[in-house]
T-cell receptor
Framework: KNQVEQSPQSLIILEGKNCTLQCNYTVSPFSNLRWYKQDTGRGPVSLTIMTFSENTKSNGRYTATLDADTKQSSLHITASQLSDSASYICVVSARDNYGQNFVFGPGTRLSVLP | GAGVSQSPRYKVAKRGQDVALRCDPISGHVSLFWYQQALGQGPEFLTYFQNEAQLDKSGLPSDRFFAERPEGSVSTLKIQRTQQEDSAVYLC??????????????FGEGSRLTVL
């Protein structure tokens, strides 16, 4: 069964600190991996999309990595800000009969404190 | 419009009532998805449209759930005889390209359904 796991479930850090969120997946056949940020009460917003051949992608203070061999991805947040407080969701896309099937992880809830 | 628009943002229904949730995707977007998100969980796939064709409805939890996109733009998710377990946020997402391509997914703000 296609699954996406994320760790930690929740994380509290102080403003200005760095942090790394983890994503492990068992999705086949792999198409791409996405990280989304979801503020409380809002819809998810895309941060990065990585295909099989990409092992790192940055978007401002967010850097995602992908190891397709070990089926792991990480999202590194540099110099955290209060506005980074949100849930971060890892989404892995598998190819199926209709094109792609998006499998969502449960998310990591990040709280950045002043 | 500028983004994916969903209405209503909040809906409270008595158990047994029917509800209809609307999604207005970004103009010209081919793909449209509906997801159900329980509190503290990631979104779970419900159904997928490519233009007006419903290509995948494997995630709909029961025959009480029905979705349509008759003209290939606005979509409606209908839940009949609502149950308490239907309480969740219903997210709509659209993409410019067909799902077999690596397109950006744009999400709406969601419709929060509470069934009493």
């Amino acid at each position: 069964k296609n699954q996406v796991e994320q760790s930690p479930q929740s994380l509290i850090i102080l403003e200005g600190k760095n942090c790394t969120l983890q994503c492990n997946y068992t999705v086949s056949p792999f198409s791409n991996l996405r990280w989304y940020k979801q503020d409380t009460g809002r819809g998810p917003v895309s941060l990065t999309i990585m295909t099989f051949s990409e092992n790192t992608k940055s978007n401002g203070r967010y850097t995602a990595t992908l190891d397709a061999d070990t089926k792991q991805s990480s999202l590194h947040i540099t110099a955290s800000q209060l506005s980074d407080s949100a849930s971060y969701i890892c989404v892995v896309s598998a190819r199926d009969n209709y094109g792609q099937n998006f499998v969502f992880g449960p998310g990591t809830r990040l709280s950045v404190l002043p | 419009g500028a983004g994916v628009s969903q209405s209503p943002r909040y809906k409270v229904a008595k158990r047994g009532q029917d509800v209809a949730l609307r999604c207005d995707p970004i103009s010209g977007h081919v793909s449209l998805f509906w997801y159900q998100q329980a509190l503290g969980q990631g979104p779970e796939f419900l159904t997928y449209f490519q233009n007006e064709a419903q290509l995948d409805k494997s995630g709909l939890p029961s025959d009480r759930f029905f979705a349509e996109r008759p003209e290939g733009s606005v979509s409606t998710l209908k839940i009949q005889r609502t149950q308490q377990e239907d309480s969740a946020v219903y997210l709509c997402a659209s993409s410019l390209v067909a799902v077999e391509l690596t397109g950006e997914l744009f999400f709406g703000e969601g419709s929060r359904l509470t069934v009493l």
